[in-house]
């Protein structure tokens, strides 16, 4: 009988330990594509945040396209559509709608804390 419940006690803290030590939970920050802006233009979110961007227009076509770290421009986003993106690494994430960056200086950045 003893044997049962120190294992059972065991096993609580053991669950209780591995419950402890997860990280929080990752946030979901949404960024607004409208009026030729990203609003709002500069956010600051933490490692395993993932960020939105959520086309708000009602006739218009956007893109994210993080140009300086090298990577391909997303796909075109029509109106009520998103795009979602994890960041993993702390640093500073510059990015540009690929149609309006130098037109309409359609322009963001991202800051990820640790």
Known sequence: MMNRVGLRL???LLISGCIVSMPSHAETVVVEMKG???VPPEIT???GDTVR???TEKRQY???WFKEQG???SQIMFPDEFLEKTFTEPGTYPYVCG???ESHDMVGVVHVAE
């Open 45 to 47: 979110v933490k490692v």
């Open 36 to 38: 030729f802006e990203f």
């Open 62 to 64: 956007h893109s994210v």
């Open 71 to 73: 990577e391909e421009e």
């Open 10 to 12: 065991a096993g609580l």
């Open 53 to 55: 961007w959520l086309n």
């Open 99 to 101: 149609p309006h960056g």
